[in-house]
């Protein structure tokens, strides 16, 4: 089939305008393709890892080797998803905002105000992006499994990110991964 912009367009699920090389911690979530149990599975409300998932374990330990401007927080595996906080350049918060403890947004209508992230720098280079790193991530763990596994498409197209943008957010999202394995029946990927 020929492209037809009418019927083959996908919304970017971006934050439009924003720079993704910007400093900053980023949550991501990585799917498995078909959203499959590739990586292990729940017992007892623990993450038990094959060797699939051991391997996307240690692949995650290395991106630093490939991208010395980030630094690696949480991870969580589960069984068909990968959980991870990553920071660029060791500043919390997007534009290298001080993470303000003290904002109620839910109850802010001027979030996007007080947090705008509109590209106020230099473009950097594409090759240091939240993308690029995913990319390199989702590659490694790739070129594994064909080589030790009769597995071929591991991940799905993609994946998901949240920018964290105060110590409040960043402290809900790592609550969340740490008792993802004991809630892994009621998680929207189960």
């Known amino acids: 089939m ?90 919390v918060g997007a534009y290298n905002y001080t993470p303000d403890n003290t904002a109620d947004f839910s109850k802010n209508g001027d979030r996007a105000k007080n947090f705008s992230p509109l590209q106020t720098t230099p473009f950097h280079s594409p090759s240091k992006t939240v993308g690029s790193i995913i990319r390199g991530y989702k590659i490694g763990v790739t070129k594994w499994a064909r080589a030790k596994t009769d597995i071929f498409t591991v991940w799905q197209r993609n994946y998901h990110e949240h920018i964290i943008r105060n110590e409040q957010s960043y402290e809900k999202i790592s609550e969340y991964m740490t008792n993802n394995p004991k809630n892994w029946e009621q998680d929207c990927f189960y």
């Open 2 to 91: 020929s492209y037809n912009p009418h019927l083959h367009h996908r919304k970017s699920i971006r934050l439009k305008g924003y720079n993704y090389a910007e400093c900053g911690a980023y949550f991501v979530t990585i799917c498995a393709q078909n959203r499959e149990h590739l990586f292990g599975g729940i017992q007892n409300g623990e993450m038990i890892l094959n060797d699939l998932g051991k391997t996307a374990e240690q692949c995650w330990g290395e991106i630093p080797e490939h991208y010395p401007n980030v630094e690696l927080y949480e991870l969580a595996i589960m069984p068909n998803h990968v959980h991870g906080i990553l920071m660029i350049g060791g500043t």
